[in-house]
């Protein structure tokens, strides 16, 4: 390890903090009681102390915390700016954080921890302390945590600098910090009741479709092993295997191969719908209650930063993202995330944004002009493929459209488009064809964007957020083919991404002034939520929605459609009258 210089006294130290330039904090604390333990700190000259806070010593940081002209520097410091809060004091001018920094370097990584980003980056051996480390060990170990992070700082700058990435680590990754910092704080009041009942009603469903299930199989089976369930379709039912994938242990029995077995034998779908039941029960329906703070009665997502290498927001405990849009219980999960008495909660999603960017980044003249004149965009595509007018347009027709719309985006093919619209692989490569005729130049932006990616081995957004692609020169037919998509989607999600977190980062600085009681306590996909009492209803709407659609000009006009209601699930279109 490298030595550092330790500061003894106390006072001393304090003085000298408040004379800093920049200085690194890296704060230990309790997982069980979410409290502040300890917090190192590095100076300049690789000088360290360790604080063990009171509330003394924290009244005395909190001055030189919130100085704007001191830097304060640190790794993965989201939890870090939530702690300081809860005591009181407001961080500003957080000016790095190395594991983002790390992380938009190379976005596909698995972990940004300070142990690997030692090895990796300054070729130092940091390993973890040992379980029954005593606390003098600890205790260096927190002061050499800030001593590694000044010197990654120093290391990943120029990383930074070198690949065109400082501009969206200032201006749009670090100011979210404090941004996810508040939504999680916040949290989303939950009626535990509501998905109890719903609890109730899915199991009886499970145990029925579990008793349908044995009757076609002709006997009992563990419903939840994919080995039973093998031997009971390939083997006693005797189920073709042609064109199913193939696992470690067999042929696959995943959603996607079950899907294919639909049309040979009836048990497949109910074996779906069974899964995706019991799946929704166990992570959201039975979940989600024993996720309620019990100080707040609350729930309080995590929401990741560093996770996607798209540059979108994952959240954990719970996964917001993959709560199901469609069917009963989906909406029945959202109906459970309600407003407290006197509020509302306001939704703002951006109105089809990925083709929005496709359409500018592309400078489709076809694509433009729809959004331009505020077309139907999926009414559109299909009038334009099918040859009819737009009366002509049938629900069962726009619904193909749409998965074309948006399979184009994702680099699908006449194979995945055909299972996902349930049409003939030749209607799927026909269409696909005459899609690429009428939006031609979507069809270039697309062969480009492949062709870039095999010429520099990345592709980016808008504003700079790179993917390397390595796997794009895979001799594995597969892998390219993946690497390719990703090539295709990436930009376009990416670019998205980048403008939802610019709004966020504008609304969470202007929304006090126009309503300090109302509050970001969601952000998922496109769609952000607010708590909002009832009375500002109105200028909040217009405020977000203002923001939302000006923060960034393209070809085509940004839409934020305005729903709103007393719980996620049971939203309604909101008119903003004094517009």
């Given at each position: 390890m490298s030595s550092c210089k330790i500061i003894q006294d106390k006072n001393d130290f304090l003085k000298k903090l408040a004379k800093e330039r920049a200085f690194v904090f890296n704060i230990d604390s309790s997982l069980s009681t979410e409290k502040i333990t300890g917090i190192s700190f590095?100076?300049?000259?690789?000088?360290?102390?360790?604080?063990?806070?009171?509330?003394?010593?924290?009244?005395?940081?909190?001055?030189?915390?919130?100085?704007?002209?001191?830097?304060?520097?640190?790794?993965?410091?989201?939890?870090?700016i939530k702690l300081l809060s809860q005591n009181g004091i407001d961080i500003q001018s957080i000016t790095f954080d190395t594991a983002i920094a790390a992380y938009l370097l190379n976005?596909?990584?698995?972990?940004?921890?300070?142990?690997?980003?030692?090895?990796?980056?300054?070729?130092?051996?940091?390993?973890?302390?040992?379980?029954n480390a005593s606390p003098d060990d600890l205790l260096e170990y927190s002061r050499q945590s800030a001593l590694i992070i000044w010197q990654l700082k120093e290391a990943l700058l120029p990383e930074l600098e070198e690949a065109n990435l400082l501009k969206l680590f200032k201006e749009i990754e670090l100011p979210l910090l404090p941004v996810l910092?508040?939504?999680?704080?916040?949290?989303?009041?939950?009626?535990?009741?509501?998905?109890?009942?719903?609890?109730?009603?899915?199991?009886?469903?499970?145990?029925?479709l579990a008793k349908k299930i044995y009757k076609m199989a002709g006997e009992e089976f563990n419903l939840d092993s994919p080995i039973q369930l093998r031997?009971?379709?390939?083997?006693?039912?005797?189920?073709?295997?042609?064109?199913?994938?193939?696992?470690?242990?067999?042929?696959?029995?995943?959603?996607?191969?079950?899907?294919?077995?639909k049309k040979a034998h009836p048990i497949a779908g109910e074996m779906l719908q069974y899964r995706e039941l019991a799946k929704l029960n166990s992570t959201y329906l039975e979940a989600l209650p024993k996720l309620i703070d019990k100080k707040t009665g609350r729930i309080h997502a995590d929401f990741n930063q560093t996770v996607t290498s798209t540059g979108r927001l994952s959240s954990s405990d719970p996964n917001l993202q993959n709560i199901p849009t469609k069917g009963e219980f989906g909406k029945v999960i959202r109906e459970a995330f309600i407003a407290p008495a006197g509020t509302k909660i306001l939704a703002a999603d951006y109105a089809h944004i990925e083709l929005r960017i496709i359409a500018s980044l592309a400078d489709d003249e076809e694509m433009i002009r729809a959004f331009k004149n505020g077309e139907d965009i999926h009414s559109q595509t299909a009038s334009k493929i099918w040859g009819i007018d737009l009366k002509d347009v049938t629900p069962e027709i726009r619904r193909a459209a749409k998965t074309i719309n948006f399979g184009v985006t994702y680099g699908m093919g006449a194979k995945g488009l055909a299972e996902s619209a349930e049409i003939s692989i030749n209607e799927a490569r026909e269409f696909i064809q005459k899609y690429f005729e009428v939006y031609e130049g979507v069809s270039n932006f697309l062969r480009e964007t492949k062709e870039k990616a095999y010429d520099l081995g990345y592709v980016e957004t808008i504003f700079g957020r790179k993917r390397y692609l390595p796997e794009i020169f895979s001799p594995i037919p597969m892998v390219k083919a993946e690497a390719e998509r990703m090539a295709i989607n990436m930009p376009i999600q990416g670019t998205a991404a980048d403008i939802i977190k610019m709004a966020m980062i504008k609304i969470h600085r202007d929304l006090p002034k126009v309503s300090p009681r109302s509050k970001i306590i969601l952000q998922v996909h496109d769609e952000l939520v607010f708590e909002t009492p009832e009375k500002d209803l109105e200028k909040v709407a217009k405020f977000v929605k203002d923001a939302m659609e000006k923060i960034i000009k393209l070809k085509v006009p940004i839409i934020a459609e305005m729903k709103v209601g007393d719980s996620w699930g049971e939203l309604k279109k909101f008119v903003i009258h004094n517009s």
């Open positions: 590095c100076l300049s000259d690789a000088e360290t102390f360790y604080l063990s806070p009171d509330k003394k010593s924290l009244t005395k940081l909190k001055p030189i915390f919130e100085n704007r002209k001191i830097e304060k520097w640190g790794h993965d410091l989201k939890q870090s976005p596909g990584a698995r972990n940004y921890n300070l142990e690997t980003l030692a090895s990796t980056k300054l070729q130092k051996e940091f390993p973890l302390p040992e379980k910092a508040e939504i999680e704080n916040n949290g989303v009041k939950i009626n535990s009741t509501i998905l109890e009942n719903a609890s109730k009603k899915v199991t009886i469903i499970l145990d029925e031997k009971i379709l390939f083997e006693k039912l005797g189920l073709k295997t042609q064109g199913l994938g193939r696992g470690k242990t067999g042929v696959s029995t995943s959603a996607g191969d079950l899907q294919k077995l």
